[in-house]
């Protein structure tokens, strides 16, 4: 096992310890030149057993007769650590410095020195592009000049570069067209010498140490258990690399993320290690996405654990396939070895691979505005490639791609970024994916990246001389109401414009002939036909810039068939999503009817421009449809679809509405969900009680402990008769608990002369749900269902579900009942509910449609009818009633709604939160 280590005594100085022998990385011995050809080559290589062919032949049997990174530099001479920022430094110095701490080391050895960041500045504060997605083409063994020769002529006027004696700039064509297109650093540095492992480590962990091989292992875990979110690493991760674990990690990570290449120097005794620190297992990705059937790793150890050597072209084409399956992960690491052991040189072939994959993405409209991609090379020399790459070390292209609103675009920087900087721009999109990745006090754990100093300081800015900074780019926004009608159709257009340089000018194309300058016109179409209104914003910057912005228009004629249109605003944005949905109509026999199915499974609603709240991340058709008036009807539908996106989850809020009931020695408690899960699905409530005001606390055992995140009620049992409790509730979701809810009291009884006081219903606040009204018997004209109703038309009283008898304004019978034994002996026995009515009806004479309150025997005969309700007790919002019952103590009765609609107008009977309390 090789241990890099970084002593903090004055000068840092960087250290190998190979088996407990300690030798300086530069220039002991003297086994090769200094500089140019042979400084540092490859230990092991024959070329009589390795032919330089070897690249044609089938996958799977080409010779392997050098060991992987097995480097002899020990004579060369490299340029001082930092040498290229000295002369082209970073934007911003945070001023963030390290203190020294003392970290405890495993397995009893000695605490070892290491380095604390100190924050002077927020480092997340500053501008940094809204990525959504974050791919690294990480490629090997070739170096700036190596590849870009005298780039000023090849790239771009001012690059810095040479052509050196042996290079391969002919081979890479399409990195040269990246780099005229895109932006280009040509003072990048991966801040390392040989072996190259410690670079790929960092690129793919994210766990930065300054810029030395150190690393440093975390107990709370290695970079799996943060892509996982869970200490532990897979489930049976094993002890053997080469074999794949069947099982899945057991965390939910909070981004996607995938890595394509043949990772051999992971397990390389010479290029970074791959085990848990916390059982010093040998750790492997799950095969499949905790939860899923993704893959996570494309290649598995080919090299190293089948000796097998795959193509670029192959790492490419099924990266490529696994994005069109899957989608864009949040973070891709793609590896192109180029002249790697397990590839040889096939280096036109990596530069094909290379563009193709960029290809792929930039051309998709779906991640071409979201996604950064860099692709950049490793090593920062190759010994047999001229002394350019020796002194003048550390230089390798990098080449930033993006959308052209947030990327420079035929950019050269030459400000001299580093490894840091290209894993804080990762970081910075997984902060934007999800916020909380980043721990800026280094306290690294599963959920989160470290941040060192260096880490500090490239977060500010990450890569920031490639963004496009100062003001938002301009955009355009039109929009018109109505946007359908019959001819002639007043149309009023509305115009804006956000970023830019103000003041704007507007010009509007009506699709007609027509044209206006003012910002918000009024139009008349008067003829039939689809228009497309033309919005073209011109800002005041120099030179001036322009955007666009479209709306439809559509114009029937009276007698065209019936048409329907659908439209919403917004229609993406994060969760809690709230919509606002325009449904329109033309042509056929007015008057309309609407009906809009929202596509998330709730209830419909027949409102002609409703509102819907999305709560749930996902993609979502919602579909109008539009009834005439004709006979027979004709109908029409138009759809519109809806995004909505996941949210930084916090806590949720407190529960609502918490009561209390006192009965024989217990409590019974309801309350409501509370208004805002925090972007998460609730995972338990807490019951805190106490003996006075203000001193609750949590209950551990018992019924009212533990319960679920979909419990809304429970009853605390074993307490005093007579004395008061007080009751709080709390919601809890996986990121944490929330506020606790409104104080509530209630005082226990005791038995009184053999009657058990308490609530005799069940489900008395229907909140079973339709499908289990159990011990309520549902009857109804049309479908039993619908009694049961969650439907925001007729909201509860409180909870999720109310009964809904009759309101179909058609001849209809609906009945609600239960049977219960009243018990004898008792003082009280009183039947509550809640109800609200209301109706179409206009007399105010005549009971057009009723609700019968019956009492029934245990053979069904009426013992009492006690209320008739009608159209004419209409109310708003509900009312309390109540009923006594003692006068049929010790029997057994069925309560009995019935409600009967005659056959036209509606009248609703709505009931809720029903109660039959003995004592």
């Known amino acids: 096992m090789i241990r890099w280590k970084r002593w903090i005594t004055g000068a840092a100085v960087l250290a190998l310890t190979v088996g ?65 920022f000295q002369k082209f430094p970073q934007p911003h110095d945070f001023n963030i410095k390290n203190t020294q701490v003392y970290v405890p080391s495993a397995n009893g050895q000695p605490a070892t020195l290491a380095q604390k960041p100190a924050a002077a500045v927020n480092p997340l504060a500053p501008y940094f592009p809204p990525f959504q997605h974050f791919v690294v083409i990480y490629r090997e063994n070739h170096t700036f000049d190596d590849y870009l020769g005298d780039c000023a002529t090849t790239v771009q006027a001012g690059c810095n570069g040479q052509v050196e004696s042996t290079n391969h700039i002919s081979s890479v064509p399409d990195l040269h067209s990246l780099a005229k297109t895109y932006a280009l650093s040509d003072a990048y540095s991966t801040g390392t010498q040989p072996p190259s492992g410690p670079n790929h480590w960092w690129m793919f962990s994210a766990q930065s140490q300054s810029s030395s091989q150190q690393q ?38 909070p981004y996607t993320f995938v890595m394509n290449g043949d990772f051999y120097w992971m397990l390389s005794s010479g290029s970074g290690y791959w085990k848990n620190p916390a059982d010093g297992k040998l750790e492997v990705l799950p095969p499949n996405r905790p939860g899923t059937n993704i893959p996570e790793e494309l290649h598995y150890n080919e090299y190293t654990c089948s000796n097998q050597s795959l193509p670029d072209s192959t790492i490419a084409n099924d990266y490529i396939n696994f994005v069109g399956t899957n989608g864009l992960p949040a973070y891709s690491y793609v590896e192109l070895f180029n002249d790697h052991p397990g590839t040889y040189q096939d280096i036109a072939g990596n530069d094909t691979a290379t563009n193709n994959v960029v290809n792929a993405i930039e051309n998709n409209p779906t ?54 900087n290209v894993i804080a721009a990762m970081e910075r999109t997984m902060q934007n994916v999800k916020s909380g990745i980043i721990d800026p006090n280094d306290n690294i754990g599963p959920t989160t990246f470290p941040m060192t100093t260096n ?17 938002t780019p301009l955009s355009a926004s039109a929009t018109a109401s109505p946007t359908t009608g019959n001819a002639p159709l007043a149309v009023n257009f509305t115009g804006s414009a956000t970023g830019g340089t103000a003041p704007y000018t507007y010009s509007w194309n009506f699709g007609d002939g027509s044209t206006s300058t003012a910002q918000s016109p009024s139009h008349t179409y008067s003829s039939a036909g689809s228009y497309t ?55 056929g026999t007015p008057a309309y009817h609407y009906s809009w199915n929202f596509g998330d499974g709730s209830a419909a609603s027949t409102a002609q421009n409703p509102s819907h709240t999305y709560s749930t991340v ?87 402990a533990s319960l679920s995140g979909t419990t809304l009620t429970c009853t605390d049992t074993g307490l005093t008769a007579g004395t008061t409790y007080y009751y709080r509730v709390t919601a809890s979701n996986p990121v944490g608990e929330g506020g606790q809810s409104n104080e509530v009291s209630a005082t226990p009884t005791g038995s009184t002369g053999g009657c058990t006081a308490g609530q005799l219903l069940g489900n008395p606040g229907f909140e079973n749900g339709p499908s289990s009204p159990a011990p309520w018997s549902v009857t109804s004209t049309h479908t039993p269902l619908s009694v049961i109703n969650s439907s925001s038309n007729q909201p509860p009283h409180s909870g999720t579900y109310d009964a809904w008898l009759d309101g179909w304004g058609k001849s209809t019978t609906d009945t609600l009942s239960q049977t219960v034994t009243l018990p004898a002996g008792c003082t009280t026995y009183k039947f509550n509910y809640y109800m609200h009515i209301d109706t179409a009806e206009t007399t105010t004479t005549t009971k057009y449609d009723t609700l019968q309150l019956q009492l029934l025997s245990s053979s069904g005969s009426v013992l009492k009818n006690m209320y008739t309700y009608s159209n004419l007790n209409a109310n708003t919002g509900y009312s309390l009633h109540s009923f006594d019952l003692s006068a049929y103590a010790g029997q057994t009765v069925t309560i009995k709604f019935t409600g009967t609609e005659d056959s036209e107008y509606q009248t609703s009977f709505v009931i809720d939160d029903t109660a039959l309390n003995v004592s």
Not at 397 to 419: D, E, F, M, N, R
């Open 20 to 84: 407990g022998i300690t030798g300086v990385a530069q220039g002991v011995g003297a086994k090769g030149p200094e500089s140019g050809p042979g400084s540092c080559t490859l230990n092991g290589w024959n070329p009589s057993t390795d032919p330089a062919n070897a690249k044609s032949l089938p996958v799977g049997q080409r010779p392997q007769t050098y060991k992987p990174d097995d480097f002899n530099c020990s004579s060369a001479v490299f340029a001082p650590l930092g040498a290229e």
């Open 618 to 704: 996902g993609t979502y058709t919602a579909t109008l449809t539009v009834t005439d008036s004709a006979s027979p009807a004709n109908s029409a539908s138009s759809t519109v679809s809806v995004t909505a996106d996941p949210i930084a989850s916090v806590p949720p809020s407190a529960p609502q509405n918490l009561t209390a009931s006192g009965g024989t020695g217990q409590v019974t408690l309801n309350w409501q969900a509370p208004s805002s899960t925090g972007g998460e699905t609730l995972t338990k409530y807490s019951v805190y009680r106490g003996t006075s005001s203000g001193t609750e606390s949590l209950l551990t055992s018992g019924p009212c």
């Open 455 to 471: 880490d500090q300081a490239a977060l500010g800015d990450p890569l920031e001389d490639f963004w496009v900074q100062g003001t």
């Open 533 to 587: 209104a033309t919005l073209t914003v011109t800002d005041a910057s120099s030179p001036a810039k322009t955007a666009t912005s479209q709306v439809a228009v559509n114009v029937s004629a009276i007698g065209n068939p019936l048409a329907a249109s659908a439209a919403g605003n917004p229609t993406s944005g994060q969760i809690p999503l709230t919509v606002n949905f325009t449904g329109t109509a033309t042509g």
């Open 216 to 253: 440093s292992y975390p107990a709370s875990g290695t970079q799996f258990d943060r892509f996982l979110m869970n200490t532990n690493g897979p489930t049976d991760e094993g002890t053997n690399a080469c074999t794949a674990p069947t099982g899945t990690g057991s965390g939910s990570s």
């Open 367 to 420: 991640y071409a505005g979201n996604t950064l991609i860099v692709v950049t090379e490793d090593d920062t020399q190759n010994g047999n490639n001229g002394a350019d790459h020796v002194s003048n070390t550390y230089r390798v292209p990098l080449v930033v791609i993006g959308p052209s609103q947030y990327v420079k675009q035929h950019y050269l920087s030459h400000v001299a970024y580093s490894t840091n």
